[in-house]
Each structure stands twice: as C-alpha cells, then as structure tokens.
C-alpha cells in the first residue's frame, strides 16, 4: 500500500527551472530518508540527492551541486526537488525513492516523472 507519486515533470529550454514534487503515502513518512534518482536512455540508474527522515542533512551528486537542491515537508508526507539552470544532460525519468533510516538500500519507489531539457 505504499506508494510515492511524483509530479512536476516537464519539457523546459535550457537554463529554466522545474520542482518536481513527491507525494508519500502508506508509510511513516518521517521516519524515512527520501531520495531522487534519475536514469537517462541508454544510461543506468543514477543517485541525484537525499535529505534525511528530519531533513537536516542532504547529500547530492557532483552533477547537481549549486542548482538542484532537495526538500521535505513531513506535515503534508512531500519532498521536493528544486531544479535550477536545467541542462540538456539533466534530461531523465527522475525518480522518488524511499527508505528506513537504518538500512541501506531504498525500498520504495515512485513511477517516475520525465523531464525533458531542450537546447
């Protein structure tokens, strides 16, 4: 009964913004860490950023420092993915993942919502 909705997703020109939303439900929400991953055609699965179950402490990608950055509203079970100064290499099926704080790998996840970045 788990499950995370991703929305926001879109086709944008090169430099424009995006917020991708992640909507949580059938689980604890605050007790869990969040993440977004993306895969590009042809390319594997890729980490991108993660905030932690309180959201005092994120962890990004090398890629995405200094333009996307990742949020969490545990009032309403939503994290964010504020994309900024989007390039045509950020165009990819993004991701929202789930998991519990104490393990390491993501358990739940989202359907994906594409984000196409035109030049």
């Known amino acids: 009964q788990v499950q995370l909705v991703e929305s926001g997703g879109g086709l944008v020109q090169a430099g424009a913004s995006l917020r991708l939303s992640c909507a949580a439900s059938?689980?604890?929400?605050?007790?869990?860490?969040m993440g977004w991953f993306r895969q590009a055609p042809g390319k594997e699965r890729e980490f991108v950023l993660q905030i932690s179950s309180t959201g005092r402490g994120t962890s990004s990608a090398d890629s995405v420092k200094g333009r996307f950055t990742i949020s969490r509203d545990n009032a309403k079970n939503t994290v964010y993915l504020q994309m900024n100064s989007l390039k045509p290499e950020d165009t990819a099926v993004y991701y929202c993942a789930a998991r519990r704080t104490d393990l390491p790998q993501f358990d739940y996840w989202g359907q994906g919502t594409q984000v196409t970045v035109s030049s």
């Open positions: 059938g689980l604890t929400f605050s007790s869990y860490v």
